[in-house]
Each structure stands twice: as structure tokens, then as C-alpha cells.
């Protein structure tokens, strides 16, 4: 794998830091304390082509590779893990999905609108009373002549009142059998399709996750993604790709806490000197840095297998898991190097504390990436 990083990927993360530092970094708390989801962000995001950063330009997208994708999620997240959530879910889940399974007239349709923002894209999946347990789902499709009807209830989805482009993966055969769900694309506004219950969250606070609520909703068969039984399949390969993404965001936080308690380290003085000169504080920076550096090499050989096209199930697996784990070590080791201070909301440790706990449960929890990777490394 070579290490080094090019001219391209250097100029995308500046970009991405020098947006997050001037248009997000200012309003952090301000969102956070409100829940305000800041849509025009993500228009102005859309203008700089990190709305459609791996869709393909033909289809008016930024035409990068992974590395630069992950780079971008990174630079923001380290500023605001809200923000780098709902870009990832953007990009990964809904676009990502278009994109990987759409035929060439929804990749016509969608895709350019998604990349530059004129659409915010939303991905259900979940719902209360399944979570892991996916092949269980209630919300169905049922076909009726050259329509289908969608009847029940995603939670936990982001963008799930604000998403203008849905993918949805419904169930169309009997609970818990082989290939019984089916991917779809729902347009807001459509009769029967609605937003839910907006939960009220411990982190990630100004990124939207809500309820999408189907009550007979009728659907064109022409928005059917692939064909009728390969949805869970669809998702699967999805989430592999939306777990690097996830790992990306917990390196950003846990690079933003680290950042954070260094400098902190080095101003706050304690017996006359700064506390970074206590071993105790030493050594905690010191485990901080090695665990993001090990988390960083395993989210970019995923992101490498990923622009390769080559399988990278247990790669994106392990590259979640740890950086996800890492990203919680870190932000609470911030805030204990901050003491006091680290508990209250005039630092930001305290944030990145609370929105790291999502990267350990988002797009498959610690304890599935676990058998993902087991189940992997078995077959070997």
C-alpha cells in the first residue's frame, strides 16, 4: 500500500478544513444546543462537490476516489462529528446506493440532484423492534400491477423528515426467509410517505434522525433498485462501504479531542508547569495518537480495497470497529485531561465525547462488526 499522499488529496483536505474551520466550527454549540439541522450547509457543501464525492462526473458528481472521501469526512468531523455524520450518510447510504445498484435511467435521474445538494438523500434501514436483526422487518412492499405499496416504519434515519430522496429497503416475502426485501427509491412528496418522530439524541445532535412513516404509499415499479428479493444483499454490500465512512467519522473525533486536550496540555499549568509534563498526562497523549494512527491505517487499506474494487468486508469491519472504539478511548480521555473543565460545554471535549458513543452503534454496533469479522476470518 503506498503511503504517501498526492497533490489532489492534500487539496481536498484543505478545502474540507479550511469549510469546516470558517462555516461550521463557529456555530457548533449553537447547533448542538438547539438540534438545529443546518441545511444550508450542506448546499454550500454541494457547491464545493462533497455532496457526490465518488459519483462519477457524467453523472454530476466530484468523480474522486475513497481516499479523498474519507479525507473529507475526517477534516469535518474533527470539527463537528454532526456534520461529517449526515455528509457520510449522503454519500454512502442513499447516493451510494443509487450508485452502485441504480440502472442507468435512476443514476440519470437522481444522481446529479443528490451530488450537488439539490437533494438531501436519506437511507431506511432500521427500525425499532428489528436493529440487527434486519431480516426481520415489518415495513413491507407489495406489488400491485405496475406499482408498489409500501406500508410501516424505518427509525433512527438520517434525514428521515429532511431527505428529498429516499432509498428504502422493505420487506416483499415472508419474515426471516431467504431473499424477502427489496431496495426502492421514494421521492418526498409522495402521497403516503412521511416523516416521523425527530428522536432527541445524546450527540450528534445537528444531524437529523427521525422516523419515515409509510401509510400506503404507491411507488412507481420503476423505482425498484435491482431486482425484487436482493435488497438485504444490496444493504450488506452498502454498509461496507458506509462502514469505512463511519470509521472515517470516528478518526475526525477522535483526532479533534486529541487536538483539543494537546493544547490544552501545554496551557493549563499545574505546580508551575504545564500539566503535559506529568507522565500521567504524557502517556495518556502518547496511547491517544498510537490508537489513531493504528485506526487511520486501517480505515485507508479499507478505502484502498474499496477504489479497488476488491472485497473488503472484513477490512471495513475491523476499520469501524477500532476506530469507532478509539474514538470513544480518546474523547474520554480528553475530557478527563481536562478535568473539570472537560465536563462542562466550554470546551469542546464534552461534545466530541458525547458524539463518539455513535460510531460504536451506527451502520452495524461493535458487537456485529465482531461476528462480520469472525465470520471472515473463519472462511479463511
Given at each position: 500500500m503506498d503511503f504517501s499522499t498526492d497533490e489532489l488529496t492534500q487539496q481536498v483536505a484543505r478545502t474540507a478544513r479550511d469549510f469546516a474551520n470558517q462555516h461550521i466550527k463557529p456555530h457548533v454549540m449553537e447547533w448542538d444546543e438547539s438540534q438545529e439541522f443546518p441545511l444550508q450547509v450542506f448546499k454550500e457543501l454541494g457547491k464545493l462537490g462533497m455532496m457526490g464525492v465518488v459519483v462519477p462526473e457524467e453523472y454530476g458528481g466530484s468523480g474522486l476516489s475513497y481516499i479523498e472521501y474519507v479525507t473529507i469526512i475526517?477534516?469535518?468531523?474533527?470539527?463537528?462529528?454532526?456534520?461529517g455524520l449526515s455528509l457520510a450518510a449522503h454519500n454512502s447510504l442513499c447516493t451510494g446506493h443509487i450508485l452502485a445498484f441504480g440502472n442507468e435511467e435512476q443514476k440519470r435521474k437522481y444522481l446529479p440532484g443528490l451530488a450537488s445538494a439539490q437533494w438531501l438523500g436519506a437511507w431506511g434501514l432500521t427500525e425499532a423492534n428489528t436493529g440487527s436483526d434486519a431480516a426481520n422487518m415489518r415495513c413491507t412492499a407489495v406489488q400491485e400491477g405496475n406499482e408498489w405499496v409500501l406500508n410501516g416504519t424505518k427509525n433512527w434515519i438520517t434525514h428521515g423528515r429532511s431527505g428529498d430522496i429516499a432509498v428504502v429497503v422493505a420487506r416483499t416475502g415472508e419474515p426471516r426467509t431467504k431473499d424477502n426485501a427489496t431496495a426502492f427509491i421514494v421521492e418526498r412528496g409522495t402521497k403516503g410517505f412521511s416523516g416521523g418522530k425527530k428522536e432527541n439524541k445524546l450527540g450528534m445532535r445537528a444531524s437529523e434522525t427521525a422516523e419515515m412513516v409509510f401509510d400506503n404509499c404507491r411507488i412507481p415499479g420503476a423505482n425498484k433498485l435491482g431486482k425484487t428479493g436482493e435488497g438485504f444483499k444490496q444493504a450488506l454490500k452498502v454498509l461496507d462501504g458506509g462502514r469505512i465512512s463511519i470509521a472515517a467519522l470516528s478518526l475526525g473525533i477522535a483526532r479533534g479531542a486529541l487536538e483539543a486536550a494537546l493544547q490544552y496540555s501545554k496551557e493549563r499549568r499545574q505546580f508551575d508547569q504545564p500539566i503535559s509534563n506529568f507522565q500521567?498526562?504524557?502517556?495518556?497523549?502518547?496511547?491517544?495518537?498510537?490508537?489513531?494512527?493504528?485506526?487511520?491505517?486501517?480505515?485507508m487499506q479499507a478505502a484502498d480495497l474499496k477504489n479497488k474494487k476488491l472485497p473488503m468486508t472484513k477490512e471495513a469491519a475491523m476499520a469501524k470497529y477500532y476506530a469507532s472504539e478509539v474514538a470513544v478511548r480518546t474523547a474520554?480521555?480528553?475530557?478527563?485531561?481536562?478535568?473539570?473543565?472537560?465536563?462542562t460545554k466550554d470546551f469542546p471535549v464534552e461534545k466530541f465525547y458525547r458524539d463518539s458513543k455513535l460510531c460504536t452503534i451506527g451502520e452495524g454496533t461493535s458487537e456485529i462488526q465482531k461476528l462480520v469479522i469472525a465470520r471472515e476470518v473463519l472462511k479463511s
Open positions: 475526517q477534516e469535518i468531523s474533527r470539527v463537528c462529528g454532526s456534520i500521567g498526562i504524557s502517556f495518556k497523549l502518547a496511547d491517544m495518537a498510537t490508537e489513531i494512527a493504528a485506526a487511520e491505517l486501517l480505515t474520554t480521555e480528553a475530557v478527563q485531561i481536562f478535568g473539570g473543565y472537560g465536563y
